[in-house]
């Protein structure tokens, strides 16, 4: 069983940035580096949106097109902390952010439907 625990969301007007984190636990610890781990948003009355995703063999990253050039996916040395780095934000970019996992490579890492484990979201909002 593998335990996400979202962090570092806020408040931040337009142009600015954050760096979220996704804490995971509760596995053994050669888990970690099997993990498929997902950056996802919502807002009310939407679908969760895949935002990046990152599978730590061979350093697989994806993106929405939405975010390409501006936010980073990445993780620390121990593959139990990912990263969201979320530069020139927009208005737009305000949602829940949640973090989501699977153990190994998932097919569609864009599709909430194909993460197993889900973290329980912090919010960013973005002012104009």
């Known amino acids: 069983q593998v335990q996400l625990v979202e962090s570092g969301g806020g408040s931040v007007q337009a142009g600015g940035s954050l760096r979220l984190s996704c804490a995971a636990s509760?596995?053994?610890?050669?888990?970690?580096?099997?993990?498929?781990v997902g950056w996802f948003r919502q807002t009310p009355g939407k679908e969760r949106e895949g935002v990046a995703a990152i599978f730590p063999v061979g350093a697989m990253t994806s993106y929405a097109d939405s975010v390409k050039g501006r936010f980073t996916i990445s993780q620390d040395s121990t593959k139990r902390t990912t990263y969201l780095e979320m530069n020139n934000l927009k208005p737009a970019d305000s949602a829940m952010y949640y973090c989501?996992?699977?153990?190994?490579?998932?097919?569609?890492?864009?599709?909430?439907?194909?993460?197993?484990?889900w973290g329980q979201g912090t919010q960013v909002t973005v002012s104009s």
């Open positions: 989501a996992a699977s153990v190994g490579r998932v097919s569609a890492p864009g599709r909430s439907d194909t993460f197993h484990y």
């Open positions: 509760g596995a053994a610890f050669y888990v970690y580096g099997t993990l498929h």
